[in-house]
């Protein structure tokens, strides 16, 4: 037991070391993610990327969000009561039984050690930015005060498309907010444009007192 828990620290030491020391030898993702969550996950996908685990990680961390998200693991998580040695053994026996891979669990182990469990959630959102990136999809988000119909959604995924390069796929998420009153609001990968009527009525208030 001691031996094993032994190996299992010198594991975390080792991913964390190589964190600190090798940054030049990253592989780095697709997608730059700044931030702590940005540079734990930046870490995760080159370990994952070296070893072909990228998938395999990716659905490890699926079930690692819906592990955190339970009354019991979160309240292990933010319990600032507990000692990090045994919310790491919590944790450890929990993904241990899950079966994840041995590097999705140090990596957890990781988190536990630096006190970084609560930016779990962060972490896994930054990793699921970079892999949908490597896997050329490009996320738009597009919001209208009232749904699309069907005629108008295809003329707006044949739009979109067409601004896309070659190899890459529209991840398209629509919303509603009746505060927009009418047009529509879109970002898309790193580009936010603002056609809604409530923002040409702002600009139009502020032309009209400006010269009054």
């Known amino acids: 037991m001691a031996a094993a828990a032994g190996l299992q620290l010198q594991q975390v030491r080792a991913f964390s070391t190589g964190m600190a020391l090798h940054v030049s030898k990253l592989i780095r993702p697709p997608v730059p993610v700044f931030g702590l969550a940005g540079r ?21 961390l ?16 933010i319990n600032p009561h507990i000692k990090r040695a045994l919310k790491q053994k919590g944790l450890n026996d929990v993904l ?13 182990n990781l988190l536990a050690e630096n006190g970084r469990l609560k930016n779990t959630t962060d972490i ?13 999809e490009v996320l738009c988000a597009v919001t209208t005060a009232r749904p699309l119909d069907e005629p108008s959604l295809a003329d707006l995924k044949s739009a979109l498309n067409s601004f ?7 991840q398209l998420e629509t919303k509603t907010d009746p505060a927009i009153l009418g047009g529509m609001v ?26 009054a």
């Open 164 to 170: 896309l390069a070659k190899g890459q796929v529209l």
């Open 186 to 211: 879109v970002s898309i990968g790193d580009k936010y444009i603002d056609m809604s009527t409530k923002a040409k009525i702002q600009k139009l208030t502020k032309i009209m007192r400006e010269t």
């Open 96 to 108: 241990t039984k899950e079966k994840l891979s041995p590097l999705t669990i140090n990596f957890v």
């Open 40 to 60: 734990y996950a930046t870490a995760l996908y080159s370990a994952a990327s070296k070893q072909k685990k990228l998938d395999q990680v990716e659905k490890d």
């Open 62 to 77: 699926l079930r690692v969000s819906a592990l955190v998200k339970e009354a019991k693991m979160f309240a292990l998580i």
């Open 124 to 136: 896994i959102s930054a990793f699921s930015k970079m892999m949908s990136a490597h896997r050329g």
